[in-house]
């Protein structure tokens, strides 16, 4: 992959360059690159016994009755749905019209979807526990499954929907149906996107154990959110939030899998207090995965947009169905993508007069939840498939019709037509800067003479996006779910040798946020950046934190460590100013020293100022207590806007179907990058997973409900071998919070499907409607 970039880190009175903006080795390189990692798979522990859960091989069917008795006889410990009756996750949500299910921790009366978790067995390892399975016993008497979204139930998921409509919601703005009347060209498209989920490296695991003794239950779990799993397992258990202790150690990717609080991890904790002071583990296998953790995608879009002669945008109507599966998540609700794709539709594009009506259906199918970009791909490729076509029909360049409608500069602060407010403009600079590293002409000129030559067709596609991050109080409120994620925790510590600990609400899944805290702590208390200890991840040492998505992390979870650290800050000053008899507003801080500015010669050392407020109190000044900490919250209240545009040429070959990607350039406004290699492993990353989603990956059930890609054998996702060499570029502009930074580790999964259609209409004359792009649906559209 090649990389474009500009400037580099700024240096400080001529010596080493702060840490904020340099490639700093990643403290979390030395324990991950040679072995050292602690996942949970890895923890072992004493009396520990391994669970395995038996699963339905129904989509739809009444349970008639579990019998346990031959397992139980054989020695095996047995939980069934009865055991946990009374406990259930309910998604709550006070937007009008929503309806609130129960998603059991076991099935007991009905199982909703092939792989629900009907009962578990506890044994010495993960072997003779699935042995125990197999001596368990369940009645069924099947019920008739809802696989798609669009279709009307014969028996509906929940007696609660007869119609399996969960949630629905208009977006409106201005008169679509005046505007329509003076459009020159109007677009209509059904679109439907494929289901696929995200499939991180390390699939779920949870490690329980109770302490009779204490009453206290510790829950060693691979989750993004360690407080909201503490807060919400509290609650279903009936304990103290301080009973509760959760550990996110090492966690090897999750991409909004993680981010969801499942039956399993809160069966995991019950079962734990059923067992005290037996250690439980159970780690699910790919298999599992496929089958019972969160899919995501499967979206159905019916557009419509009206555009005048010149190509400007007048109206857009929509009517989006979107697949939740057979319950609403918790604790995001069965609204997070069709709330996210009415909400944002639009893109970065003006618009006066929109209506949208989402809703989210549920079926017999795995529930659906966050994924990395959550609803923007399809949302995206909706939009941009109605410039396209809009630009063919009217005879004008792809680009140049994006021009003529994009958000500018000059129209920031823009209120979209769902009333989001756009801080950001800088999308023509995106794809100004994407074309030229393309060489959009020179990729014309080779377009025409290959068509003359009667060569295999090449294509071009274009995608601009917007990407909300770091979501504040006002932003998230839209599910309207009885809390609000908008603010973060940090605890910033000086301890008495001058080195800083950091307890921060951050929790990483392998994207480096013990890095970006480190960074950004050591500048603002101008201490080296190897004397920054970072701890995330234990509700034990952390006050609070949300925990990672949304790209909510740099901007919400660095905005606090950034004002924490200046708050201690303010107090060393203050102290040394008071040790050394100098203005506080003179004194500057190198490295670990103390400068007076305008002298070259340190005056004092960080560690001895520490030391004082630690060890020897009798030196303090009268007005200044002892210790060197602070902790604070940080909320942005909306959030800050990415900017981004991709570009990407195909060459198709015409015999096979294939499709082959000859060049991709990435374009974000990412604002402050506070680790350039960072930022760009975020965004090529991004991009990969969303070409697996245009082109390969796809989760589909049979008419029975049976997930019929249930294996990597299957469930087809790229490798090194099908990912493209990428060109990234990025335009700086800082957001308006403390470190100017917006996020960064969703955007690029919003191009690719775009991309991909485009460029195979722009080679063939192909309409995409559907995905994914295999080489057999393009080769099937040629042959028509």
Not at 73 to 96: C, E, I, K, N, W
Not at 163 to 172: G, K
Not at 367 to 392: K, L, Q, W
Request: charged content about 20%.
């Amino acid at each position: 992959m090649s990389v474009s970039r500009a400037g580099g880190g700024a240096e400080q009175r001529g010596r080493r360059p702060g840490a904020l903006g340099r490639n700093v080795r990643r403290k979390e390189d030395q324990r991950l690159i040679t072995g050292h990692g602690r996942f949970v798979s890895d923890i072992e522990l004493p009396w520990m016994r391994h669970v395995a859960f038996l699963r339905s091989p129904y989509g739809h069917a009444r349970i008639t009755g579990v019998d346990a008795d031959a397992a139980r006889a054989a020695g095996y410990t047995v939980f069934t749905g009865d055991d946990f009756a009374h406990v259930a996750l309910r998604a709550q949500s006070a937007l009008p019209g929503y309806v609130e299910t129960a998603q059991p921790v076991l099935a007991h009366d009905k199982a909703r979807f092939s792989g629900e978790a009907v009962a578990a067995v506890v044994a010495k390892d993960r072997y003779r526990a699935e042995d125990g399975l197999e001596l368990l016993e369940v009645g069924y008497e099947a019920l008739h499954p809802t696989v798609c979204a669009w279709n009307a139930p014969v028996e509906p998921v929940h007696a609660e929907a007869p119609d399996n409509v969960l949630l629905e919601r208009t977006f409106q703005a201005g008169s679509v149906a005046d505007a329509f009347d003076t459009a020159a060209v109007i677009v209509e498209r059904e679109l439907v996107t494929n289901r696929h989920a995200g499939n991180p490296m390390e699939c779920r695991a949870g490690v329980a154990l109770w302490d009779a003794a204490d009453g206290k239950l510790t829950f060693y779990n691979g989750t993004q959110v360690p407080h909201i799993a503490r807060n919400m397992i509290a609650e279903l258990m009936g304990l103290p939030e301080g009973k509760v202790r959760v550990v996110a150690p090492d966690v090897g990717g999750g991409f909004g899998v993680k981010a969801v609080i499942y039956p399993e991890d809160v069966a995991l904790c019950l079962m734990a207090r059923q067992l005290p002071g037996i250690p439980l583990k159970w780690v699910e296998d790919r298999a599992e995965h496929l089958l019972a953790a969160t899919h995501a995608r499967d979206h159905r879009y019916l557009m419509k947009a009206g555009f005048d002669e010149a190509g400007t945008l007048l109206a857009v109507e929509a009517d989006v169905s979107c697949n939740v599966g057979a319950y609403s998540v918790y604790p995001w609700t069965a609204g997070i993508e069709p709330l996210m794709a009415g909400g944002l539709l639009t893109g970065p594009y003006k618009l006066d007069n929109y209506r949208a009506t989402v809703r989210g259906v549920a079926t017999n199918t795995a529930p659906s939840g966050p994924y990395r970009g959550v609803a923007r791909p399809a949302s995206v490729f909706a939009m941009e498939t109605c410039f396209d076509e809009a630009a063919s029909r009217l005879g004008i360049d792809p680009v140049e019709i994006r021009r003529r409608n994009v958000i500018t500069p000059e129209d920031i602060p823009y209120t979209m037509p769902s009333r989001l407010v756009d801080d950001s403009g800088h999308y023509t600079e995106c794809l100004d800067k994407a074309l030229e590293k393309l060489d959009y002409a020179g990729f014309r000129a080779e377009q025409a003479r290959r068509r003359e030559a009667g060569e295999n067709p090449i294509g071009f596609g274009v995608a601009l996006y917007n990407e909300l991050t770091g979501l504040g109080r006002a932003a998230s409120a839209g599910p309207r779910m009885p809390f609000r994620t908008g603010h973060d925790a940090c605890t910033v510590r000086i301890n008495p040798d001058g080195r800083a600990t950091v307890l921060s609400g951050i929790t990483s899944q392998g994207q480096g946020s013990e890095t970006m805290v480190a960074q950004i702590v050591s500048d603002a208390l101008g201490l080296d950046y190897d004397d920054v200890d970072v701890r995330i991840g234990d509700t034990d040492e952390s006050l609070w934190g949300f925990g990672a998505f949304s790209s909510r992390q740099a901007v919400i979870g660095g905005g606090a460590a950034h004002n924490t650290a200046m708050e201690v800050r303010a107090k060393l000053l203050r102290l040394a100013a008071g040790l050394i008899e100098a203005a506080e507003e003179d004194l500057q801080v190198v490295d670990g020293e103390i400068y007076v500015v305008g002298d070259p010669k340190s005056q004092i050392t960080v560690a001895e100022v520490a030391r004082v407020a630690y060890l020897e109190s009798n030196r303090l000044p009268e007005d200044i207590d002892p210790g060197l900490d602070a902790t604070t919250f940080f909320d942005p209240i909306r959030g800050a806007f990415a900017a981004g545009a991709q570009v990407a040429t195909i060459e198709v070959d015409r015999a096979t179907g294939e499709l082959k990607i000859l060049a991709w350039v990435c374009v974000e406004d990412a604002g402050r990058a506070m680790h350039p290699q960072i930022v760009d492993g975020q965004i090529a990353g991004s991009i990969a997973q969303g070409l697996g989603g245009a082109l390969y990956e796809h989760l589909v059930y049979d008419e029975a409900g049976n997930l019929s890609t249930g294996t990597l054998l299957d469930y087809l996702m790229p490798t090194s071998a099908e990912v493209p060499d990428m060109v990234i570029g990025h335009v700086s502009r800082p957001a308006k919070n403390p470190l100017g930074v917006r996020g960064v580790g969703e955007g690029g999964t919003l191009g690719p499907n775009a991309v991909l259609a485009g460029a195979v209409r722009d080679a063939l004359g192909i309409a995409v409607d559907t995905l994914p792009l295999s080489p057999g649906s393009i080769w099937k559209e040629l042959q028509s």
